[in-house]
């Protein structure tokens, strides 16, 4: 009888499920499970999909939040195939966590100063060389902890620690990477509506603009021996201008501009100043010392310029669509300030050579051969015997292709108003002058030696927005004020009077 209940034993205990340890009894989470919960609890909106850019996602609860994810470039797949049902490890889940609640500006800077020392955990070589930079930056701002000297990249995750480390990174989102509940690309994008709506404003500032011309190829003695060369030279290869600028502005299609140039090339200094009027299509200009304004119909240069830029000519302060797309990239906040006007957010954007080429040339491109086709169809070049369009383009396209460029935004936003009401920038550039030179060189005679140029400059300027839907005035223009732009007509000789 003890033998049956020993045997009977036994065989209860064999059809037992084995001991696991407790983490592993834990329901582990899958991808799609995941990207669905961070997405919810992130409040981001959620694309309507009906079908899925993966083979393998065919749930119609799931497909909205996978496509959402992967046109944001959160998620990536492999190839057409997601594995929605596949653990998720802690590298994939990390990286994640990076792009929801990342600032994507910050990370891109810190991706590009990435090495492996920045990683010191014992089992850092079992990391995925895709996800150091994400679980480099996560544990640098806090969106996750390093609890342990290993790490175990490619652990499964539980739903627990998924729920954890989502509410984890959601607060350190909230606490550094928001101001008013809002991230600095959805800050842009609330600052564009409320200028949008503004009847009126005004804008003040100053640029200051740097450059330098670098003569390559040429020595000291070849530029003694050509007179013509070293009179060229002698002209300044250090330019300075520094411009002050008054606007005023009238939704929806007004403008008031007074501009104050004075710019320096070698000891020669030349100031000029000139008010701008902008009245629908018409602009007005007047010189300094002048009673009479020059007027020019700029209908399809604006219409053209809507068209390429995406934004209203008129509206100076307010971003275009497309710029507001490339600077919700880069965005990103800098410390609070208070000044004896009010306490301020700092959003910041820092555009280098590689951005710039991408985001910008595209545009720059369009908006210049807009330019040369308006010269080229101008009456006084087509007239020019020695001025070739084609010529003209290639090296327009030249200059712009080469251009070199690193901007820097400083936007200041008011707490109360929720408008900013400040704006520092930067600029430098390098421009070849190829075409240009070929021009110079030829005019120098035979003799000249070849050599390029190059322009380096460096522009800086401050610019204060204010007097929000206040009061604005603008010229008023009569006929008897515009200067007479028609030639004159030669006189008809008198006609001879017969006996």
């Known amino acids: 009888m003890k033998k049956l209940c020993a045997l009977l034993t036994l065989v209860i205990v064999l059809c037992l499920p084995a001991a696991v340890p407790a983490a592993e009894q834990e329901a582990l989470i899958t991808r799609a499970a995941f990207v669905k919960e961070i997405l919810s609890q992130a409040g981001t909106e959620i694309e309507e999909a009906a079908q899925s850019s993966f083979i393998d996602v065919t749930d119609?609860?799931?497909i909205p939040y996978i496509e959402t994810a992967y046109k944001k470039g959160i998620v990536s797949g492999y190839g057409d195939y997601f594995a929605p049902g596949q653990s998720i490890t802690k590298e994939e889940a990390i990286k994640i966590i990076v792009d929801v609640f990342g600032e994507k500006a910050g990370f891109k800077e810190a991706a590009k100063t990435f090495t492996d020392t920045d990683l010191e955990f014992a089992d850092s070589g079992d990391i995925s060389s895709w996800a150091k930079p994400y679980i480099a930056y996560a544990l640098k701002t806090g969106l996750i902890t390093g609890e342990s000297d290993s790490f175990c990249p490619r652990d499964a995750v539980t739903a627990v620690q998924a729920g954890e480390m989502i509410a984890a990174a959601k607060d350190v989102y909230q606490r550094l990477f928001t101001r008013d509940g809002l991230s600095a690309p959805d800050m842009l994008v609330r600052i564009n509506e409320k200028l949008a709506e503004l009847e009126t404003y005004k804008q003040k500032g100053t640029m200051l603009t740097e450059m330098q011309l670098i003569f390559e190829g040429i020595t000291q003695e070849q530029i003694e021996?050509?007179?013509?060369l070293?009179?060229?030279?002698?002209g300044g290869m250090e330019i300075s201008m520094n411009m002050e600028m008054d606007v005023s502005?009238?939704?929806?299609d007004r403008i008031y501009m007074k501009q104050s140039l004075v710019?320096?090339?070698g000891v020669e200094e030349v100031m000029q100043d000139v008010e701008t009027f902008m009245d629908g299509p018409l602009m007005y200009q007047r010189m300094a010392g002048s009673d009479k304004w020059v007027v020019q119909d700029?209908?399809?240069a604006m219409e053209q310029i809507r068209t390429i830029t995406d934004r209203e000519p008129y509206q100076m302060a307010q971003l275009s669509e497309y710029e507001l797309r490339m600077f919700k990239e880069f965005a990103k906040y800098e410390d609070d300030i208070e000044t004896d006007k009010g306490q301020y957010y700092v959003i910041s954007f820092d555009i280098d050579q590689e951005a710039y080429r991408e985001y910008y040339m595209e545009i720059m491109e369009k908006v210049m051969e807009s330019m040369v086709t308006l010269q080229v169809e101008s009456p006084t070049l087509q007239q020019d015997p020695d001025f070739d369009p084609q010529q003209y383009k290639q090296m327009m396209a030249a200059l712009v292709s080469g251009m070199e460029v690193e901007l820097?935004?400083?936007y200041y936003i008011n707490k109360e108003t929720g408008l900013y009401e400040r704006v520092w920038m930067s600029q430098d550039m390098t421009m070849p002058m190829e075409g240009f030179m070929k021009e110079v060189v030829e005019s120098l005679g035979e003799d000249a030696p070849d050599f390029s140029i190059k322009v380096l400059s460096h522009s800086e300027g401050e610019f204060e927005i204010y007097d929000f839907n206040?009061?604005?005035?603008f010229p008023v223009i009569t006929e008897e004020d515009l200067m007479d732009q028609n030639p004159l007509a030669p006189e008809e000789p008198e006609a001879s009077q017969e006996d």
């Open 263 to 265: 710019s320096t090339a």
């Open 470 to 473: 206040g009061e604005v005035e």
């Open 249 to 252: 502005f009238q939704a929806p």
């Open 408 to 410: 820097s935004y400083r």
């Open 230 to 234: 070293e009179e060229f030279l002698d």
């Open 298 to 300: 700029l209908g399809p």
């Open 60 to 62: 119609p609860d799931l």
């Open 225 to 228: 021996e050509n007179e013509d």
